[in-house]
């Protein structure tokens, strides 16, 4: 879980409760180290910054070209966006999801919201979303599946390993978006495919 800033003790409660050996990740090390990462909501450019400080953005980097399976939500689906509008200046994109992605693109604070989302990979029933400060996914490559749209725009994507998010499930209490993205990587784990690259990053 990269804990910079944001919902990390949150999702670590999460990861906790649906299985994982979930810990704060802060360190270039520990990113070189993990099977997988979480990154949290928060704000974006705060984050972005934060990784710079840190030294961070190398090793996440290099990690993310090695294949290093991902969970985001809402700041941590901006990071990792292609291309990121009304961001800051320097507003860091990590390029793993092949996204458009605009900030803040339902509105201030007072604009967030809660809707039940239709998610079939989930099986039968909703999922409660919570939507606050969120982007807007305004536009995606041809590899990214979307698996949950709210009034026609994506917010549940998937792209290869990466599960991304624009909404909170962190704060529901349902933890089968995380127990979803665990078993994935329990999976990757257990096929024997060659491992996210490890290692010192260039």
Request: overall charge negative; glycine content about 12%.
């Amino acid at each position: 879980m990269l804990a910079l800033q944001g919902d990390v003790r949150e999702h670590l409660a999460a990861f906790d409760q649906a299985g994982a050996e979930a810990f704060p990740v802060r360190t270039a090390e520990e990113i070189l180290s993990v099977h997988a990462l979480a990154l949290p909501g928060g704000e974006s450019s705060t984050l972005s910054r934060l990784i710079r400080v840190f030294g961070l953005e190398a090793p996440l980097r290099h990690r993310l070209a090695g294949g290093m399976p991902t969970f985001s939500t809402c700041a941590g689906t901006i990071l990792l966006s292609r291309e990121i509008l009304d961001g800051t200046a320097d507003q860091l994109a990590l390029g793993a999801l092949d996204l458009r992605t605009r900030r803040n693109g339902y509105g201030r604070q007072v604009d967030s919201f809660e809707c039940d989302l239709d998610l079939p990979l989930l099986g039968s029933g909703t999922f409660r979303a919570v939507f606050i400060r969120a982007p807007v996914i305004e536009g995606c490559g041809p590899g990214v599946e979307v698996l949950a749209a709210h009034e026609g725009r994506p917010v549940a994507v998937r792209q290869g390993r990466h599960l991304s998010f624009t909404f909170h499930p962190e704060m529901t209490g349902d933890l089968r978006l995380h127990r979803l993205f665990l078993d994935g990587v329990g999976e990757l784990l257990e096929s024997g495919a060659p491992l996210p690259a490890e290692g010192s990053a260039a």
